[in-house]
Every structure is written in structure tokens, then in C-alpha cells.
């Protein structure tokens, strides 16, 4: 070694690419002659090991296991936490609402609800027939903890479906794994997991392993899951026809285009108009146009105005709050999702239907509204990122121009607003109030028909149980059990207050507990 001129050579060979972002491209390795009395330096000490990596040039394997361990942990981690909120009486009477139609259903009552009296079954409101895909396993595990552990793996599962999305994109490990942790870190995911149990959930996750089988062209595969997304809700279908729009701009066959629009829009139409109403004796769900009251009554009257009264729509419903809804939106993406248009095309409808609400919490990044808009957000981002490490070869090199900005926004985005399981830890029910709350439900024997108001409500699951105040008080004869919150804002409205008062004053009615803002009531023999 050392001496005269050494050649290394090997035939030539065609090698497969480390990216599966092109799949049927191939390299050729050329030989390798190097002179080592002109070169000698190509030969010193240092270079006959490896080069060694940088600590972020993460390899294939490497970043995957990183994957793994981070949607496996968040799966663990928010099913934890949501049973926490649960047991620090946290979680609200939407999780009555899904969890006592479930059970009615493991009982042969299909869907069967009391909450608020009407409608009385689950279908009244949304068909939301994903929901029966759950009962099974409901049945065999029938507990609350078994509906919080299937929405943390859904979420998760989705982040699965980002690396994936990302890799086919031609994003580097390292970029992808950021992808990921920008998925499982946005505000809107993390508060929707741990608030009762939401549908739009496993909508997210259908949503991103669908757009993964329509890159892949896996038209299969992609009408399974396309079909999923729809049957969440209604509005998961209209989210759900926005495939065909965008398979109609990048060029598609027709099955492409039509089977998205047809499926998506037909079964909106159908449910909202044909299925809800006949469920409810020929009445909408009139609940859902109060968040539009300003534009109209029903769904007609609100397009209607919006279209024909566009300055009179933008008055009424547009405010600073809503500016702050889309920049907190956008925050943990650093604003990069904004140079990939076309992918958030998927958002058209949604978001249209957030911004004209009057209801505040429909522009607000904590509750679950915008839960699907999470999936057009993360996969612009992908886009976007994929076409600046194109157009730019030295990002792929030195990739923190790109990791610096989206890290630091999901910094701020953890602050603003205030991370759902740092919030849960500083802020729950003091230990006198549990402890009273437990009492009351010890109390209640278990085949007892019960109005509860606040967030006790979801641990007296039963056949009979209403939310109190009650919507129609038709019910009230029937009621054995009344618990109100009065540490609650249940009764800040006159009227609700008139009904507690009425029952307080009623000789009807006995006061067993009176502690710690808890009043429960029996009927008297």
C-alpha cells in the first residue's frame, strides 16, 4: 500500500435508489480508479472508514424507528390522558352522546339517545354511520376507556400515513419524521383526541391514508377509504368530494374524478335532506342553523345569502377573531402550506362552513371543527417542502432552513393556545369536588332514569339519562334522579336557572346533597 498506482475498480453495477419517491429510476455505479502516489490524501487514515453522518442525516431505517416509537407513544400517551380528564370529571355530555348510542346498540336499541330528548336516536343529528363500524369492538370491550384508546390509535395511525405521503414525495428521513411530529403536535389534533369522542377523528386518518392510495394510484384501496371518510358525517362528505376537484387538476382518468364527486355529494344530499328528516318526522336538525341564525334558517337560506349578499355575509359573520383563527391555523406549518394551493383545495368546503358560523367555538383551533382541515394542511406542507428541497438541492444538504421555522412555530403553537395535557395538569376538578362527585354517583342505583347537568353526566351511563337543564321538560315526570353542577355555567341563562329553582322549590323533589357546588335530588315517594 503506498507503492506505485493503485486501481480499485469494480464492474460496472445499476443500484436501486435509497428514495422510493422514484421507483423506477435506476443509478449506475462507474469504476473507481484512483492514483494513490498523486492523491494521497484520498487514502489517509480518516477515509478508510465511512464518512461519518451528520446527526440529523437520519437513514431509512433509523427515521422509521423514530416513527414508530413517536405514533405508538402519542397513542399511549393521549389515551392516558383523555381517561385522566375523564377521571377528574373533564370530559363533557358530548361523550354521553356517542357512548350511550353505542351502548344502546350493543343492546339491540340501534342508536338509541335521551340526551336531549330529541331526536332520540343518534341518527337524528348525523347519520354518522361510522360509528357502527366501532360497536363490535365496544361490545367486547364495553367500557369509556376502550372509545378513548380507538381514537389515539386512529390519530395515530395517521401519522403513519404522513411519513408514508411524505417518503413518495421524495422527502429525506429527517424532513419526513418532521412531518410527523408537525401532525401529531397541532393544537386542533391534540384538543380534538382528548375531548370526548369525535368522529372526525378516524375521518382524519381515512382522509390521509386516502390521499396516500390516490398518490399511489391505488384506485382500490382509495375507494375503500374514500367511502370511510364519507360515512363519518355530512360534512366529511362534502370534505370527501373535494378528491375529485383535485384529481380533476392534476390530470386524472374520470373514475378519478366522478367517483369522489358523486359519492360525496350524493350522500350529503340524501342524508341531509332525506335521512335526518325522516328520522325526525320530517324535521331538520334545527340545532345545526342556529350556528347560521344571521343568514337563514335552513341550509338553503344560508347558501342563498352568502351568494346573493356577499357584503351583508362578510359583515355579519367575518371578526379579528376569525383573522387569529387562520393564523393559528397555519402556525404550525410555518406558513408553508400556503406555497401548495392546490392541495388545499380539500379545505374549500369546511373551512367555508367555520368561517360563517357565528358559533365562536366553529373558529377556534381548540375544538374539533377543524379536525379535518388538519389533513390538507399537513399534506401542503409535504408538497411544499418537496418542491423547495427540488428547486433548492442545497436544503436537501443543510435542511435547517426548513427544520428551524417549523420547529419554533410548533413551539409557539404549544403556548398558543396552551397544550391540552399541560392545560389538564395545571387546571382540573380539586379533590373535594371529585370526591362529592363520586358520592353522588355511588348514590344513584344503576337502573335509575337521571338529568345530570356538567361533567358528571358521562360517568351515570344508562338508558334514561338527560342532560340537565332539560330540553323539553315533557320528561320531567319520569325522572327518579337529578344532579346539578351548579358550579357550572349550565345556569346562566334565565330560563335554565327558573327550571333548578323549580325543582329546588318543589315539594316533589328531596335535596340528598348540597356540597361543594353538587345539589342531588330524589323524587319523594
Not at 377521571?87 to 338509541?112: K, P, S, Y
Not at 344532579?483 to 336557572?497: G, K
Request: hydrophobic share 50%; aromatic share 12%; with cysteine.
Amino acid at each position: 500500500f503506498g507503492h506505485g498506482t493503485l486501481h480499485a475498480v469494480s464492474p460496472c453495477q445499476w443500484i436501486a435508489p435509497r428514495s422510493s419517491a422514484a421507483p423506477n429510476v435506476w443509478i449506475q455505479e462507474r469504476p473507481l480508479s484512483i492514483d494513490a502516489t498523486t492523491q494521497p490524501e484520498r487514502f489517509s487514515a480518516t477515509t478508510r472508514s465511512p464518512a461519518r453522518r451528520a446527526w440529523w442525516d437520519l437513514s431509512e431505517l433509523a427515521a422509521w424507528r423514530l416513527v414508530l416509537l413517536l405514533v405508538v407513544s402519542y397513542a399511549a400517551l393521549f389515551s392516558l390522558a383523555s381517561a385522566l380528564k375523564f377521571w377528574w370529571f373533564g370530559q363533557g355530555h358530548d361523550l354521553v352522546l356517542h357512548e350511550q348510542a353505542i351502548w344502546n346498540t350493543t343492546q339491540g336499541r340501534i342508536f338509541e339517545v335521551t340526551g336531549f330528548v330529541h331526536p332520540s336516536r343518534l341518527f337524528g343529528y348525523d347519520p354518522y354511520l361510522i360509528e357502527l363500524l366501532v360497536v363490535p369492538i365496544y361490545a367486547l370491550l364495553p367500557s369509556t376507556h376502550t372509545l378513548f384508546v380507538l381514537q389515539s390509535i386512529a390519530i395515530a395511525l395517521g401519522g403513519v400515513a404522513v411519513w408514508k405521503i411524505a417518503r413518495d414525495a421524495g422527502l429525506m428521513p429527517v424532513l419526513a419524521l418532521l412531518m410527523v411530529v408537525m401532525y401529531v403536535l397541532y393544537p386542533t389534533v391534540q384538543y380534538t383526541n382528548m375531548d370526548a369522542f369525535r368522529e372526525r377523528s378516524f375521518g382524519l386518518c381515512f382522509f390521509l391514508w386516502g390521499f396516500w392510495a390516490f398518490e399511489r394510484e391505488r384506485w382500490r384501496t382509495f375507494l375503500v377509504l374514500l367511502i370511510l371518510l364519507i360515512i363519518v358525517r355530512l360534512e366529511a362528505a362534502l370534505f370527501a368530494s373535494m378528491f375529485g376537484i383535485y384529481a380533476l387538476l392534476r390530470g386524472r382518468s374520470r373514475r378519478w374524478v366522478i367517483a369522489p364527486l358523486a359519492l360525496g355529494l350524493g350522500y350529503f344530499f340524501i342524508g341531509n335532506f332525506v335521512f335526518v328528516p325522516l328520522v325526525n318526522n320530517g324535521q331538520p336538525v334545527s340545532y345545526v342553523y342556529d350556528y347560521f341564525a344571521p343568514l337563514g334558517a335552513s341550509m338553503g337560506e344560508v347558501i342563498g345569502t352568502a351568494i346573493t349578499r356577499p357584503f351583508y355575509t362578510l359583515q355579519t359573520t367575518w371578526s379579528w377573531n376569525k383573522s387569529l383563527y387562520l393564523i393559528l391555523l397555519l402556525l404550525p406549518t410555518a406558513g408553508l402550506a400556503l406555497l401548495s394551493p392546490r392541495e388545499l383545495i380539500f379545505m374549500l368546503p369546511v373551512l367555508g362552513l367555520n368561517l360563517l358560523a357565528t358559533k365562536p367555538q366553529m373558529s377556534d383551533v381548540r375544538y374539533w371543527y377543524s379536525m379535518l382541515l388538519v389533513g390538507p394542511l399537513v399534506v401542503a406542507t409535504i408538497m411544499s417542502v418537496q418542491r423547495l428541497t427540488t428547486r433548492r438541492p442545497r436544503l436537501a444538504q443543510q435542511p435547517w432552513p426548513l427544520v428551524a421555522p417549523i420547529l419554533l412555530c410548533l413551539l409557539v403553537a404549544q403556548l398558543k393556545p396552551l397544550n391540552p395535557v399541560i392545560s389538564l395538569l395545571r387546571t382540573h376538578e380539586p379533590p373535594e369536588r371529585r370526591a362529592v362527585a363520586r358520592e353522588i354517583i355511588a348514590r344513584i342505583p344503576p337502573d335509575a332514569r337521571v338529568a345530570a347537568s356538567g361533567r358528571i353526566a358521562p360517568h351515570l351511563l344508562r338508558r334514561y339519562l338527560y342532560y340537565y337543564p332539560l330540553a323539553d321538560q315533557s320528561v320531567l315526570p319520569t325522572i327518579d334522579y337529578i344532579v346539578a353542577d351548579t358550579a357550572s355555567t349550565s345556569f346562566d341563562d334565565p330560563p335554565s336557572r327558573a327550571q333548578l329553582e323549580a325543582v329546588q322549590t318543589s315539594a316533589e323533589w328531596e335535596l340528598l346533597v348540597d356540597r361543594e357546588g353538587y345539589q342531588l335530588f330524589k323524587r319523594r315517594d
